[in-house]
T-cell receptor, first 111, second 112 residues
Framework: EPEVTQTPSHQVTQMGQEVILRCVPI?????FYWYRQILGQKVEFLVS????????KSEIFDDRFSVERPDGSNFTLKIRSTKLEDSAMYFC?????????FGPGTRLTVL | TQLLEQSPQFLSIQEGENLTVYCNSS?????LQWYRQEPGEGPVLLVT?????EVKKLKRLTFQFGDARKDSSLHITAAQPGDTGLYLC????????????FGAGTQVVVTP
């Protein structure tokens, strides 16, 4: 059964560094998303991506964040100048239309 | 302000009991999804409902979409410890196809 995959499963970085979180969405899906979930809190929408451009983004997705689909299969989230408060689980998701499937997540720890 | 309000926030029941989780909004949704999330893992899609009044059953789980497509419920019959988890509802509003709105979740604990 097709699934969304994410790498790495856990990323530790120093404050101020840049991180890239990687995702491989389900192959025939058209919409791609990034979410974050701070421990014990709700799932928060970051950004959606369709037809090679951002379709919507939240206020969390500030100018330190960027997304890219560099090769038609991978979907990446880059965070520049990381802050302590960026520590969270980051989930990638993809959908064909209205059924969204999530990856297992990347736990980002900023020290 | 949450677009999707889930209630209750927490539910603890004994094995064999029934439970219902609610997801309510003042907005109309073109579709609504229910997910279950285990600690440290991604949400797993359980069901999608798209038609007002629709009822879907998945073994002991029954999902209902309100007639006006503003609310939904999840009913679990004869709950088992394996049903323990965080239940999330999420939906696409009719004016925002690119952004799924999530509820805060209902933590369900089923004890043997």
């Amino acid at each position: 059964e097709p699934e969304v995959t994410q790498t790495p499963s856990h990323q530790v970085t120093q404050m101020g560094q840049e991180v890239i979180l990687r995702c491989v969405p389900i192959s025939n899906h058209l919409y791609f998303y990034w979410y974050r979930q701070i421990l014990g809190q709700k799932v928060e929408f970051l950004v959606s991506f369709y037809n090679n451009e951002i379709s919507e983004k939240s206020e969390i997705f500030d100018d330190r964040f960027s997304v890219e689909r560099p090769d038609g299969s991978n979907f990446t989230l880059k965070i520049r100048s990381t802050k302590l408060e960026d520590s969270a689980m980051y989930f990638c998701a993809s959908s064909f239309y209205n059924e969204q499937f999530f990856g297992p997540g990347t736990r980002l720890t900023v020290l | 302000t949450q677009l999707l309000e889930q209630s209750p926030q927490f539910l603890s029941i004994q094995e064999g009991e029934n439970l219902t989780v609610y997801c309510n909004s003042s907005s109309v949704f073109s579709s609504l999804q229910w997910y279950r999330q285990e600690p440290g893992e991604g949400p797993v899609l359980l069901v999608t409902v798209v038609t007002g009044g629709e009822v879907k059953k998945l073994k002991r789980l029954t999902f209902q979409f309100g007639d006006a497509r503003k609310d939904s419920s999840l009913h679990i019959t004869a709950a088992q410890p394996g049903d323990t988890g965080l239940y999330l509802c999420a939906g696409l509003t009719t004016d925002s196809w690119g952004k799924f709105q999530f509820g805060a979740g209902t933590q369900v604990v089923v004890t043997p």
